[in-house]
């Protein structure tokens, strides 16, 4: 029933003590059934389907074969500097955040602190806090500068939040009214400058940190054209960095 399979495309992976290959199941096909494939170089060869099956679409890994792994570079010198996950194509969806269970790390850190995530993400890319490839080894206190970056603004924001006025019921007018003094006008300003000042920040240097996440695996815009980076960082910052978390993991 599988005589008419188109024929797969196998993707080098991450370099790896055994040469890997990422395959996109063609069909349904279970365990043992064997199917052609080819390297990105047009060298076709026989995969085997691991133990389980798979289902159409599904991307699962096999070692390559020993006679084509002697000559076949998998990734660049460059691509064994960081591990992580595949080249041209993202490890899994953007909305894969559950994909490692509810209890995962990053999951987490995502949602209650993102930018904290996005600074390991920089650290693993060798980037600086500001989210530009790090001179020399600079890019190993990205991590603390950003921790600092972040306390500090909470620290910021705590001491300079705006109190609420006190306000009390007037039985004559039945309404309430404020009997304690407003926030000085300096510090709703100094604490508005301060939050956007944070944002924008954080705004950037997520879009400039996905932009190397996909220039350095050679990953293509799925949606938007160049914007797809600053569109996913302004509407989803949360699963945006989750994603590249999950990608540049070994």
Same mark, same amino acid.
């Given at each position: ?7 797969? @495309? ?48 599904? =991307? ?11 000559? @076949? ?41 993102? !930018?904290? !995530?996005?600074?390991?993400?920089? /650290? =693993?890319?060798?980037?600086?806090? !500001? ?8 890019? =190993? ?18 001491? !300079? ?78 699963? /945006? ?6 990608? /540049?993991?070994?």
């Amino acid at each position: 029933k599988y005589e008419s399979l188109p024929l797969a @495309t196998a993707t080098p992976v991450v370099a790896t003590a055994t040469p890997m290959v990422e395959v996109t199941a063609p069909a349904t096909l279970s365990a043992g059934y064997t199917f052609d494939s080819s390297l990105p170089d047009g060298r076709i060869f026989k995969i085997q389907v691991p133990a389980g099956g798979v289902t159409a679409g599904q =991307r699962f890994s096999v070692p390559l074969p020993t006679e084509l792994s002697s000559s @076949t570079p998998l990734v660049g010198e460059d691509d064994t500097a960081l591990g992580g996950g595949p080249k041209y194509h993202w490890k899994d969806a953007l909305c894969g955040c559950f994909n490692y269970g509810i209890c995962h790390p990053s999951l987490w850190n995502a949602m209650f602190c993102p !930018l904290i !995530l996005m600074a390991q993400v920089a /650290t =693993r890319m060798k980037l600086s806090w !500001l989210g530009s490839p790090a001179e020399g080894d600079l890019w =190993r206190n990205t991590f603390k500068i950003v921790v600092s970056i972040v306390v500090l603004y909470y620290v910021i924001s705590g001491i !300079l939040a705006p109190f609420k006025p006190d306000y009390e019921y007037d039985e004559k007018t039945g309404e309430m009214v404020q009997v304690g003094p407003d926030a000085p006008l300096w510090v709703t300003v100094v604490n508005n400058i301060v939050g956007m000042s944070f944002g924008v920040y954080s705004l950037i240097v997520m879009i400039k940190v996905r932009r190397s996440v996909r220039q350095r695996y050679e990953i293509e815009a799925d949606c938007c054209g160049d914007a797809e980076d600053c569109c996913c960082v302004f509407f989803c910052n949360c699963c /945006t960095v989750a994603q590249m978390a999950r990608h /540049t993991a070994d």
